[in-house]
C-alpha cells in the first residue's frame, strides 16, 4: 500500500525575461519539473525520471537516487563483493494548475515524505528557468484541517484566531487575506502572520480561513472556550498530513483513478465536501 502525502506548492518569479514577459508560475512549475534537473552529490545523485502527463494539468513521474555501492558475494566458497548500483525512487503526483504535489513515502529513498520533498526542492533549484526568473519556490505540507475545523464548528466562543499566509499566488488569492499577501510582497517579506483578537468572532469565517490556511500549505490555530465553561483551549492544525491510499496495482495501472482521487482531496481540504468534512 502507497500513502501519498500531499503537498503544497508556491511559485513567485521576481524577475521577467528579455521581452519583460513572466510566465505563469503555473508554467513555470511545468518548466522546471519538464527539464528533469539533477544533483550531483558526493556518493550519490537526485535525478527525476519516468515522466508520464496523464490528464489536464496532472502528470506523473518517479524520483529517486542513483549511488554506487559493494554488494557482497558467496561462490564456490569464496566470500566477495562487487561494485553495483543502487536506485531506490518514490512516485509523484503533480498538478500544475493546483500546484498540488503528492508523494508516496518510501524509507529506501528518505525516512519521510518531507525528507523526499526537500530532496525535491534542492533538485528542482537546479532548473534552469529558476535563475532565468529568479524564482522563489516553497514546497510545503498540506495538514490536514478536519480536527480544528470540527472544534471551530462546536458550540464554542472563539477569542482568538490567527493564520499564516505568504505572497500573493494566483490560486490561493481571497478578499480577505489578499492585502496581507500583498503587504508580505512589499515587504519583501516570506510569511504574514495575522492575528484577531475578540470575544465571539465568527466561527465560519474561522473555518474558511483554516481551510484556505491548510490548502496552502500554511498554518491557523485558535483560542476558544466552550460556552458555558470559563476555561479557555488553544487549538491549532494538526501535523496529520493530508494522505491518498493507493495499492501497487493501482498505482501501476490505474494512474488517472489515483490523480482524480489526490484532487478530491484537494478540494475537500480546500472547500470541504459534499458529506460535510
Known amino acids: 500500500m502507497r500513502e501519498f502525502h500531499l503537498y503544497r506548492f508556491q511559485i513567485f518569479p521576481t524577475q521577467t525575461d528579455m521581452f519583460d514577459k513572466t510566465p505563469r508560475p503555473q508554467d513555470i512549475l511545468r518548466e522546471m519539473v519538464e527539464s528533469k534537473p539533477e544533483r550531483q552529490l558526493k556518493t550519490k545523485t537526485w535525478l527525476i525520471g519516468n515522466y508520464e502527463s496523464l490528464f489536464d494539468s496532472m502528470c506523473f513521474f518517479k524520483f529517486g537516487k542513483k549511488s554506487h555501492i559493494k554488494v557482497p558475494k558467496y561462490k564456490d566458497g ?3 563483493e562487487y561494485d553495483d548500483e543502487a536506485t531506490p525512487f518514490t512516485e509523484i503526483f503533480l498538478d500544475y494548475e493546483t500546484e498540488v504535489c503528492a508523494i508516496a513515502r518510501k524509507s529506501r529513498v528518505a525516512e519521510s515524505a518531507n525528507g523526499i520533498a526537500r530532496q525535491l526542492t534542492a533538485v528542482l533549484l537546479l532548473s534552469p528557468v529558476v535563475e532565468k526568473f529568479g524564482v522563489q519556490f516553497y514546497l510545503e505540507p498540506m495538514r490536514d484541517p478536519q480536527g480544528l475545523i470540527e472544534r471551530l464548528s462546536q458550540n464554542v466562543e472563539i477569542h482568538k484566531f490567527y493564520f499564516t499566509v505568504r505572497k500573493p499566488n494566483i490560486i490561493d488569492m481571497s478578499d480577505f487575506t489578499n492585502p496581507l499577501k500583498h503587504l508580505t510582497k512589499a515587504m519583501r517579506g516570506d510569511t504574514t502572520t495575522a492575528v484577531v483578537d475578540g470575544v465571539g468572532l465568527k466561527n465560519d469565517f474561522a473555518v474558511g480561513l483554516t481551510r484556505e490556511a491548510a490548502a496552502s500549505g500554511q498554518d491557523a490555530g ?14 491549532s492544525l494538526s501535523k496529520n498530513p493530508v494522505l491518498v491510499r493507493a495499492t501497487e496495482e493501482e498505482v501501476a495501472e490505474q ?11 484537494y478540494e475537500d481540504t480546500r472547500y470541504g465536501s459534499k458529506n460535510g468534512r
Not at 485558535?222 to 487549538?235: D, T
Not at 494512474?255 to 482531496?265: F, G, L, P, S, T
Open 78 to 80: 569464496v566470500f566477495s
Open 255 to 265: 494512474k488517472h483513478q489515483i490523480a482524480r482521487r489526490i484532487n478530491k482531496a
Open 222 to 235: 485558535a483560542v476558544y472556550r466552550e460556552v458555558g465553561s470559563k476555561r479557555k483551549h488553544k487549538k
